[in-house]
């Protein structure tokens, strides 16, 4: 499996941007889907965006879409997530996540087998 480490979270705010990293070591990056999600205190971990092995597809949660973008660089084993906009209820912990084989699995957790271990993002009002 690839294995995902999450950088660039911190404290922004309201309005403010941030890069969001992702670093994947291990198997072929670029065979993976890949997908960025968020759990904030006390709520269920939540979709934002996902991007196809290619990176010729993308799918964005109705709560980020026009403010976030979701990348990768596979020459670089990296995926991104820059964040425009940002609002007090976009603070959560968030995780990307790798999906190995032909299906893309959207916006569906379920369909994700590799995790990272999370970077905290807090947005002050």
């Known amino acids: 499996q690839v294995q995902l480490v999450e950088s660039g979270g911190g404290l922004v705010q309201a309005g403010g941007s941030l890069r969001l990293s992702c670093a994947a070591s291990?198997?072929?990056?670029?065979?993976?889907?890949m997908g960025w999600f968020r759990q904030a205190p006390g709520k269920e971990r939540e979709f934002v965006a996902s991007?196809?092995?290619?990176?010729?597809?993308?799918l964005y949660s109705d709560s980020v879409k026009g403010r976030f973008t979701i990348s990768r660089d596979n020459a670089k084993n990296t995926l991104y997530l820059q964040m425009n906009s940002l609002k007090p209820e976009d603070t959560a912990v968030y995780y990307c996540?790798?999906?190995?084989?032909?299906?893309?699995?959207?916006?569906?957790?379920?369909?994700?087998?590799?995790w990272g271990q999370g970077t905290q993002v807090t947005v002050s009002s």
């Open positions: 291990g198997r072929t990056f670029s065979m993976y889907h």
């Open positions: 996540a790798g999906s190995f084989g032909p299906r893309n699995p959207g916006g569906n957790p379920a369909g994700f087998g590799s």
């Open positions: 991007i196809s092995n290619a990176g010729s597809t993308t």
